[in-house]
């Protein structure tokens, strides 16, 4: 599809001209997705799914912390190979996979899934229709996004993106999963301008 291959064309380039400090999302430690994966209470077993993960360092202090099976998915081969570089050795541990999440076709099921920044570009009905359809089939425990709220930017890496607010995020997802909890915060970016997110945890209903 034209649309797909230009945004992964445009993520390509990002990664391959740009540095961690020269782009806007960049964070040294990702405490909130940390804790919002930390309260989910699941063993170090659980598996992961970190979408649009990119060269955050997430998946840094996921190893570090003891979790055994962690997938990273991006659409930019350039994001991942450089988070590979960074890792090193420890690379080896993690399943990584080059895909846009809207042609995303998971082999396996989810106890978490992470996405900060992804799901905001998503912007046309049929691409949110898309991921969510995904996310119903593939994730059993527990949902973890991050977007700009209704108080953060409008456009990100020069794209439009969605804004949510509590509820309209909730409904993108209640057919399948109820909320826990939500909360915003201030991302300072590397050159200091704020970003205004918005994250909430989902349970999936029904699950063992």
């Given at each position: ?17 740009k ?38 360092r ?19 081969a ?34 978490i ?5 992804a ?24 949902l ?19 804004q ?6 909730e ?8 909320k ?15 970003q ?13």
């Amino acid at each position: 599809m034209e649309i797909n291959d230009n945004r992964k064309e445009h993520w390509d380039t990002v990664y391959s001209t740009k540095q961690p400090h020269e782009v806007s999302w960049t964070q040294e430690k990702p405490i909130t997705s940390l804790d919002f994966i930390t309260q989910t209470n699941l063993d170090k077993f659980a598996k992961i799914i970190d979408i649009g993960g990119g060269d955050s360092r997430l998946v840094d202090f996921l190893l570090d912390e003891g979790y055994q099976d962690i997938t990273v998915l991006d659409i930019s081969a350039e994001a991942l190979e450089r988070a590979k570089k960074r890792l090193g050795n420890k690379a080896d541990k993690v399943n990584w996979i080059v895909s846009d999440v809207t042609e995303f076709i998971p082999e396996t099921t989810f106890d978490i899934w992470h996405d900060r920044a992804a799901f905001h570009f998503l912007t046309t009905e049929e691409q949110i229709k898309a991921y969510t359809a995904t996310v119903a089939k593939a994730v059993t425990g527990y949902l973890i996004i991050g977007t700009f709220s209704e108080n953060g930017p409008q456009k990100c890496s020069g794209l439009d993106i969605k804004q949510y607010t509590e509820t309209t995020l909730e409904h993108q997802f209640s057919d399948s999963f109820k909320k826990l909890k939500c909360t915003t915060e201030d991302h300072v970016t590397p050159f200091d301008t704020t970003q205004n997110f918005l994250f909430c945890s989902y349970k999936r209903e029904n699950s063992n």
